[in-house]
């Protein structure tokens, strides 16, 4: 039995002993989410085929529901409790053309996991994590849901992604937040399977054989508040045989005239880990002259800055952001769907490729100013230049000074009150254009309906 699940069983039946001690029922929640969920990608030029994986069109319809009890703590020194998470999509509509798994791929396709190179008609998983505390620190064994800057869990389709693993964190001193943790597996937002851990280039997506997986990432670091309005942020992460990464944070907020400027700053160092180093089945994506495909080991370093300035229900905001060294950014990434915790990570590309410059500019507004709670709107658009990646693939590798754009769109109301609160409806429209070789422009529209019920 492996000892996150031997940990798991102890805690489970030091529980069970307790269920009925004051704190761990009374404190207990359970809410049950649902989300109706209709996304449609329209790929604007070049030619569907089966290498690519891409054709002209795939559009997916699900309902979602996301079932969460979260437990208080039973009494004493060391305290004990219990979360568990239950998920179900349904499809409501996808055909073999439109399922976006063209060739019938692991990873699955738009929305739903697949059946050969059709959606299933549903899929479920159920997640469980014990949890130990003694005073302000807090230890989860079972299943995860991490948003630290090395590790970010994925909510952009019908249900979250979710992983597996232990994590502690600690408030024990005053201002400071410490967090350590090892994930061994992930679970697609797209799947009912826990599998083992990737990052792009090596997993198996863009060229359809097994890939190269790892059971063991690893982190740690901190948040430490400085004053009410400055905090610093150090984390390291690492997926064996894979990369290690350092990452750097600073924000504030500073009260300019009547709104508020926050500042962001952020900055990634991300180095090759054993077999990633020397074996060609490991490498990631990138611009690497003498390297096959323009893949190779990890090398990159990240900066980027973005600045809101809000005042009277308005938000503007713009950003900078450079790519430096001969690979992509990298990130927990096994072909199915993810996040990483950079500011140019938008609803269809995220501006890290090797040696991009990104600058983005932002504007939102709160309706709420004008008598409209619920009702919010906003613009993003970015332009990356200066792409280092590869004219073709015959081997041959070469800097092509390449550039993309995106513009994204969200309006969204949440009805505050009534019968019918915190429903929600959401319209996401995003446009990609680029010059990339062998790449296809995109046009994506989402429709999202969401609902929360509370139970307990």
Excluded: C
Excluded at 94 to 113: L, Q
Excluded at 125 to 149: A, D, F, H, Y
Excluded at 288 to 309: I, M, W
């Amino acid at each position: 039995m492996k000892k996150s699940t031997l940990a798991l069983a102890v805690a489970l039946g030091a529980i069970a002993q307790q269920a009925g001690a004051a704190g761990f029922i009374e404190d207990s929640k359970a809410t049950l989410g649902l989300r109706n969920f209709y996304i449609n990608t329209d790929n604007r030029d070049g030619h569907p085929n089966a290498t690519s994986n891409t054709r002209s069109k795939n559009a997916e319809w699900g309902q979602g529901f996301d079932l969460r009890f979260i437990s208080g703590y039973t009494q004493g020194t060391v305290q004990f409790g219990v979360d568990a998470i239950g998920l179900y999509g349904v499809r409501l509509d996808s055909s073999r053309a439109d399922h976006g798994n063209y060739t019938g791929t692991a990873s699955g396709g738009t929305i739903f996991p697949s059946d050969g190179n059709k959606a299933v008609n549903d899929f479920a998983s159920l997640g469980v994590t014990g949890k130990v505390k003694i005073s302000q620190t807090e230890l989860k064994l079972g299943t995860l849901q991490p948003k630290l800057p090395v590790i970010v869990t994925n909510d952009g389709r019908l249900l979250p992604q979710t992983f597996q693993g232990g994590q502690i964190t600690t408030n024990d001193i005053k201002d400071l937040t410490l967090v350590a943790g090892q994930v061994e597996k992930a679970k697609g937002r797209n799947s009912s399977n826990n599998e083992n851990l990737s990052i792009a280039g090596a997993n198996g997506s863009s060229n359809y054989n097994a890939g190269k997986f790892s059971n063991k990432f690893y982190y740690a670091g901190g948040d430490y508040k400085l004053t009410k309005d400055l905090t610093a942020q150090y984390y390291y992460g690492n997926l064996e045989n894979f990369y290690k990464q350092h990452f750097l944070g600073l924000t504030h907020n500073w009260a300019i005239g009547p709104g508020v400027l926050k500042s962001d700053l952020r900055y990634f160092n991300s180095s090759d880990d054993g077999r990633n180093g020397d074996t060609a089945a490991y490498f990631t994506s990138g611009n690497y002259n003498n390297f096959n495909a323009g893949k190779g080991k990890v090398d990159n370093n990240l900066y980027s800055g973005l600045f809101l300035y809000t005042v009277g229900g308005h938000t503007f905001g713009g950003g900078y952001q450079v790519s430096n060294g001969s690979s992509d950014f990298p990130w927990l990434n096994q072909g199915d769907g993810s996040s990483a915790y950079i500011t140019t990570d938008m609803q269809i590309q995220k501006f890290a490729r090797a040696g991009e410059r990104t600058w983005q500019a932002r504007y939102a507004y709160d309706f709420a100013k004008v008598g409209v709670p619920g009702l919010t709107a906003g613009v993003v658009y970015l332009k990356g230049s200066d792409i280092d990646t590869i004219a073709n693939n015959n081997g041959r590798a070469e800097t092509t000074g390449q550039s993309e754009w995106e513009r994204d769109i969200t309006v969204a109301y949440v009805i505050p009150e009534g019968p019918l609160k915190n429903l929600g409806v959401a319209w996401k429209n995003a446009m990609w254009r680029t010059d990339l070789a062998n790449t296809r422009s995109q046009d994506e529209n989402r429709l999202i309906v969401s609902y929360s019920i509370p139970l307990l």
